[in-house]
């Protein structure tokens, strides 16, 4: 992006974060891009309680003791039922933002409020995930070396996804939810 162009994008912005008034109308984008970042959350909330409860009975039925201890099920229940607490919180959050009725600059606060909050979860919960594989990968590498490798692959490849894939789509959909027009 050259200098010139940059300028004026910000002389919008602070033209339209002046305004007090309902004048500068919400992009439909926004609505929109509100709506896919609630079904992502309701998405990531739905899938964290289907597993917390599958590794629940898991845990109750004891499937499997020697290689994922009965510890680590009862990490990886807790640790899945909270970050489906998580999402649920956000998609609250979320669902409380009426983009169509905000002033332009109160909209930018709510949604980088909760673009903040959703990057403190998400890395909260990727250390949550750290500490579950390293104790995870451990023992997998002294009772079954070959699911200990296909773990690992299955790792790299789900930081690769997450990285490239996941995270700029969250970033362009809160991009879009506070865009405004003139």
């Known amino acids: 992006m050259e200098l010139d162009e940059l300028k004026n994008r910000m002389a919008t912005l602070e033209k339209v974060l002046d305004k007090s008034s309902s004048s500068a109308q919400i992009n439909v984008k926004s609505e929109t891009a509100q709506t896919k970042i609630l079904k992502k959350y309701r998405d990531a909330s739905v899938s964290a309680g289907v597993i917390a409860v599958m590794f629940a009975v898991w845990w109750i039925l004891n499937v499997e003791p020697e290689a994922f201890p009965t510890y680590l099920k009862a990490f990886l229940v807790i640790y899945l039922s909270l970050s489906c607490l998580w999402y649920i919180f956000l998609y609250s959050r979320l669902k409380r933002v009426n983009v ?53 692959a299955t790792l790299v490849g789900a930081v690769v996804w997450g990285v490239w894939y996941i995270w700029p789509q969250y970033l362009k959909l809160f991009r879009d939810m506070s865009s405004v027009d003139e």
Do not use: D, H, R, Y
């Open 100 to 152: 169509a009725q905000m002033v332009p600059s109160q909209l930018c606060k709510e949604v980088t409020s909760i673009k903040i909050m959703t990057i403190t979860g998400e890395v909260v919960l990727c250390v949550g995930v750290m500490v579950f594989m390293s104790l995870f990968l451990i023992n997998l590498l002294t009772v079954k070396p070959f699911a200990f490798w296909w773990c690992c």
